[in-house]
C-alpha cells in the first residue's frame, strides 16, 4: 500500500486559500477524492471516481487542478516507461525524496536515501549540461508480489 500522505483534505483546501486560489466546489470535491485512491491513480481514474460521486465536476477542471496540486507539491507526478503519468498524494513539501512503485500491484513508497547530486559535476562536465533538479523513480516488485 502507498506510505500515507503528510496531508490531510482540509490543509490543502486551506493552503490553496492560503496562496490565493478560489476553493470551488469542484475543486474542493477534487480534494476529497485523492484520498479515496490507496495506490498511484490517473486523470481517468479520477475522472470515473467522480463522475460517480459528483458528475458535475468537469475533465478539464480535473486536469487543471491536477496541474495546480502538482505546482504546489501537493501531488506527485509518476512517469512510468511507456510515457503515460500517474499521480499520488506527496509524502511531504519540506524533504526531498523519490518513488519505488511496484510493476505488479501499484504500490508506491517514497524514499529519501539520494546521492544523485554527487554525480551533477562529472555529468554537467561530460555532457555541457547545467543540471538544477532530478527526479528518480526505481520499478520492481514489492515483498508482498514477490512473496
Do not use: W
Amino acid at each position: 500500500m502507498q506510505s500515507s500522505s503528510t496531508f490531510k483534505s482540509d490543509e490543502i483546501v486551506e493552503l490553496l486559500r492560503d496562496r490565493g486560489y478560489r476553493v470551488t466546489s469542484p475543486r474542493q470535491a477534487i480534494v476529497e477524492a485523492l484520498f479515496a485512491f490507496d495506490r498511484a491513480f490517473t486523470a481517468d481514474d479520477l475522472i470515473q471516481l467522480l463522475s460517480d460521486r459528483d458528475p458535475g465536476v468537469g475533465r478539464a477542471t480535473v486536469f487543471r487542478t491536477l496541474e495546480m496540486l502538482v505546482g504546489l507539491d501537493l501531488l506527485d507526478r509518476l512517469h512510468a516507461a511507456d510515457g503515460c503519468h500517474s499521480y499520488v498524494l506527496a509524502h511531504s513539501r519540506d524533504r526531498h525524496y523519490h518513488h519505488l512503485i511496484c510493476n505488479s500491484c501499484g504500490t508506491v513508497v517514497p524514499f529519501e536515501s539520494c546521492n544523485i547530486e554527487a554525480l551533477y559535476p562529472t555529468v554537467s562536465r561530460e555532457t555541457d549540461f547545467q543540471i538544477s533538479s532530478h527526479m528518480l523513480e526505481l520499478f520492481g516488485l514489492c515483498g508482498t508480489c514477490r512473496a
